[in-house]
């Protein structure tokens, strides 16, 4: 089965650039997941997705980021205009919708921002 | 503010010695999961404890849920530096059953 993919890996921009990050999940989830992983902590979860439809999106900086799955599959995670604070892992994970809400997790991407 | 309080945040030991990691909160988690996530890669899920005061155990890896649901341990025993990562405890818990991550913790061990 193959997990869950994400690109780019990395990503240098300057500050007030875009960028943009995509996500596909695995097959059948339903659930889709982005977090913000700052380095040396854990990851802060920006942006819930059950199917199409947004569940969770109260940690999500809305006047910069924004996030969208219109086909209830792949995912994009979108800043604009980033700022230097905006430098951290962006990950990705999804799942099935079940009472253990088991994640599973891209290998995320990596977003400098000088 | 974090829900979840990992202690320590580092810990570097030598190969062959115990440790416990500690996730401590305020608040009352219906369940509570345990994440290791090495360099570069996503975290990957070790266990769930959905129970209070329950207890599982996973090869050297011991994990206890506490009996008030407000915190869990991770205990190695002998450990191995293979064991080497960031380890996260996760939940979901108020306001609103939202899904938060630890602090982490950072497991060294050292051949």
């Known amino acids: 089965e193959a997990g869950v993919a994400q690109s780019p890996r990395y990503k240098i921009i300057e500050k007030r650039q875009s960028v943009a990050f995509w996500c596909n999940p695995i097959s059948g989830h339903a659930t889709l997941y982005w977090y913000q992983q700052i380095l040396g902590q854990g990851p802060k979860l920006l942006i819930q997705?059950?199917?199409?439809?947004?569940?969770?999106d109260s940690q999500l900086p809305k006047d910069r980021f924004s996030a969208e799955r219109l086909k209830g599959v792949d995912s994009t995670l979108k800043i604009q205009p980033a700022k230097l604070e905006d430098s951290a892992v962006y990950l990705c994970?999804?799942?099935?919708?079940?009472?253990?809400?088991?994640?599973?997790f891209g290998a995320g991407t990596r977003l400098s921002v000088l | 503010t974090q829900l979840l309080e990992q202690s320590p945040q580092f810990l570097s030991i030598q190969e062959g010695e115990n440790l416990t990691v500690y996730c401590n909160s305020s608040s009352v988690f219906s369940s509570l999961q345990w994440y290791r996530q090495e360099p570069g890669e996503g975290p990957v899920l070790l266990v769930t404890?959905?129970?209070?005061?329950e207890v599982k155990k996973l090869k050297r890896l011991t994990f206890q849920f506490g009996d008030a649901r407000k915190d869990s341990s991770l205990h190695i025993t002998a450990a191995q530096p293979g064991d080497t990562g960031l380890y996260l405890c996760a939940g979901s818990g108020p306001p609103g059953n939202q899904f938060y991550f630890g602090t982490g913790t950072s497991l060294t061990v050292i051949p």
């Open positions: 997705f059950q199917n199409n439809g947004v569940v969770d």
């Open positions: 404890v959905v129970t209070g005061g």
């Open positions: 994970a999804s799942s099935l919708r079940t009472p253990e809400n088991i994640q599973y």
